[in-house]
């Protein structure tokens, strides 16, 4: 009896091992995804206007472009909000399937995840108080403390180009510029886009200060090493939403005066 009771318990345990194996494995869907029929997606919820949080609901051009790109996969949109740094080793480990929040495609992060063709191409923008003294030559930062979010280009940026500078690292922008306008740091590094949003609702405290192109900083989706199926998906879709002008529409709403390069530009029809 204690002997056929064993056996049982091993062989339920066995069962629960496969279980587990299987649950959660991206190879247990043909999308190369967590769950069937679902797209875990890591990104940030306060760095307007590419990926943000606006009444309950995640929005902006990375989310849009994600949102569209699995919609033609068949695939829901599951957003999880956490801090930039946190974004790429949750893909890394298996947490989310993806990570979309203008994550530019660096050396140093393809060793860790898989990047998808590059879907966006920006700029920098160093936001300062009015009155701060710096200007657009990297010298005025010398002996400045220069806020950015830790993990982001702009902190391998800011250590190779602004030796001068103080860097104080920040989880997210909200509280960089918070440490700014506190008068805690003397400027803030970020996207040029949300540096201009900041700037627009500061009435007059802050100004954009620099504006840095980064064209060796292009941007893409960030997916599991090895994922190919996934990979692969993302890679297609956004072949097909840049040539039938998808892409485009996305990108006008929320970068109207922004030059677009020729690589994104529809295909002639």
């Known amino acids: 009896m204690n002997v056929l009771r ?9 069962a629960a091992v496969v279980v587990l194996t299987g649950c959660g ?13 679902t797209i875990r997606v890591g990104t940030t919820s306060d760095t307007k206007p590419y990926a943000y949080a606006e009444d309950g609901k995640y929005t902006g051009f990375d989310v849009e472009v994600l949102e569209e790109a699995a919609s033609r996969m068949d695939l829901t949109p599951e957003f999880v909000a956490q801090d930039f740094s946190a974004i790429l080793p949750a893909v890394a480990n298996g947490q989310v399937d993806v990570g979309v929040a203008s994550i530019s495609a660096t ?15 920006g700029y920098l923008g160093i936001v300062t108080a009015a009155d701060s003294g710096i200007t657009d030559a990297a010298e005025s930062l010398s002996g400045k403390r220069l806020g950015l979010v830790q993990g982001t280009i702009q902190d391998a940026y800011a250590q190779e180009n602004f030796p001068g500078a103080e860097i104080v690292r920040f989880p997210d922008n909200n509280s960089a510029i918070s440490a700014l306008t506190a008068g805690t740091v003397d400027a803030h590094f970020l996207d040029l886009p949300p540096a201009n949003d900041y700037v627009a609702s500061s009435d ?3 100004h954009v200060a620099m504006e840095i192109p980064v064209p060796d900083f292009p941007v893409g989706m960030a997916v599991k090493k090895g994922n190919s199926a996934l990979l692969d998906g993302l890679n297609q879709q956004i072949t097909d939403m840049i040539a039938d002008g998808s892409w485009l529409e996305i990108e006008k709403r929320y970068f109207p005066d922004q030059p677009v390069p020729e690589q994104f530009q529809p295909a002639a029809s």
Request: glycine residues 8%; proline residues 0%; aromatic residues 8%.
């Open 204 to 206: 007059g405290a802050l």
């Open 6 to 14: 064993r056996r049982n318990l091993l062989l339920l345990a066995s």
């Open 25 to 37: 494995s991206a190879e247990s869907t043909a999308a190369g995804t967590l769950r069937e029929g």
């Open 107 to 121: 050396a140093e992060r393809k060793k860790s995840v898989d990047f998808t063709d590059v879907y966006f191409i």
